[in-house]
Structure formats: structure tokens, C-alpha cells
């Protein structure tokens, strides 16, 4: 089993707790797009059938050979096959965790691991020397759905580029009309939640970010 590469592009976050109707009509439909990776969120509502939702995403991104990673919960990678985690903190066992997976994947880098970063770079160093596969700069902007979020200066993306070789993925609040404050900033794709899978039209969404994305 090898670790799928994380792409460069758009990283698609999915809220499980948004109608599932909703959920699978509009994955379904950007998934024909070239979408890089996608993230269930670790957000889930009370009762909500967790397992035939998360067979349900896999099956969807494995037709289009997408990886899929869970958000912060490792333990699930030990029942279904994703490709990997983000963690939202430093996961303070990360070397446990790598060798309780590895016996799961029976080999040593057969997982991508992701690590959300805001402005202190103690961060950026550790995901650096732990092998941290990118790194996920949240939030860009202000956003409903990353309230749990410090804002990110542009400053820091530069300070972490010249710090690590990382790939450089940024989030939060990102539209495409913001998209212009990037110009001058070396990084690998945007991760998004409502801009893609809250709009009526997602291919359309899809579309305008990777335009925008191409002009950076």
C-alpha cells in the first residue's frame, strides 16, 4: 500500500453534519473536477449514521481515485480505508499513533498526515521534523465555519515557506474575489468547506477557484 501524494489545488473540507442529501448531491457533482483531496470534518450531529456516510464519501472519491482524510480522529483509519489524518493541534502521541497505524497499513509511509498551522512557527518546526506530508494555514479570513481559527498575517505563510519546504495549503474565509491578496505568496492550494459545498452551483465554484488559482 502506498501513501497517495497530496496534490497541489483545491482540498475540499466536507461538513458531515450539512444535509446528507445536499452532501452527496454536490460531491458527487465536483468530484468529476480536479479537486486535489478531500477532508471529512470531524463534525458530526448526534445520531447521524457515521458509518454509512463515511462508506458512502470513500466509495464516491475512490471512483474518482481522490484521497480521503479524516479530520483529527486517527482511530478511524484503523476501520476504514482513508488515506490519511489531519490533525487540528499537535497530537501530542505522534509517534504512537504512527505505529498503531502502521500496523494497520503494514508499511511505514502508507498514510498522508496533515497539521493545521496559524501564526506561531513552533508549529511550522514541528511538523517539519515530524514528517508532516503539508501544512494547512487557518484562517486567512474571518469564517463561519473556522471560528476556532486565529487570523493568519501573510507574513507568517512567508516565514514558513523560508522555514520549511512543506506544502503550503491555505484556508479559511478564501473567495474568489480575496484570492488577489496571494499573489506574492508561495503555497500549493486553498482548503475549503462553504465556499464549494455551501454554493447552489458548485461546479461553477469549483471553476472560478481554480481560475483564480491559476492566475496566482
Keep these: 500500500m502506498e501513501a497517495k501524494k497530496i496534490r497541489n489545488g483545491i482540498y475540499l473540507v ?7 442529501s445536499l452532501l452527496f448531491n454536490r460531491l458527487e457533482r465536483v468530484l468529476k473536477l480536479p479537486i486535489s483531496v478531500v477532508q471529512i470534518w470531524d463534525h458530526w450531529n448526534e445520531g447521524v449514521d457515521k458509518d454509512t456516510t463515511i462508506n458512502r464519501i470513500l466509495d464516491m472519491c475512490i471512483k474518482y481515485d481522490i484521497p480521503v482524510l479524516m479530520n ?23 509517534d504512537e499513533i504512527k505505529k498503531e497505524l502502521k500496523k ?41 465555519t473556522s471560528t476556532s481559527c486565529e487570523l493568519v498575517s501573510l507574513d507568517s505563510v512567508r516565514r514558513a515557506r523560508s522555514k520549511s519546504e512543506l506544502p503550503i495549503f491555505l484556508a479559511g474565509g478564501i473567495r474568489p ?4 491578496n ?25 471553476s472560478e477557484y481554480l481560475k483564480q488559482l491559476k492566475q496566482n
Design 104 to 144: 494497520t497499513s503494514n508499511t511505514k509511509e502508507a498514510y498522508l498526515y496533515g497539521m493545521t498551522c496559524g501564526n506561531d512557527m513552533d508549529v511550522i518546526d514541528w511538523a517539519t521534523k515530524n514528517g508532516m506530508d503539508y501544512i494547512s494555514f487557518c484562517s486567512m479570513f474571518p469564517s463561519a
Design 14 to 20: 466536507i461538513d458531515p453534519s450539512m444535509s446528507s
Design 177 to 180: 474575489d480575496n484570492m488577489g
Design 182 to 206: 496571494f499573489k506574492e505568496l508561495d503555497y500549493q492550494g486553498i482548503a475549503l468547506i462553504s465556499g464549494i459545498m455551501g454554493s447552489d452551483k458548485p461546479e461553477e465554484a469549483v
Design 72 to 94: 483529527n480522529d486517527w482511530t478511524l483509519l484503523k476501520r476504514y480505508p482513508f488515506d490519511g489524518v489531519h490533525f487540528d493541534e499537535l497530537p501530542e502521541n505522534f
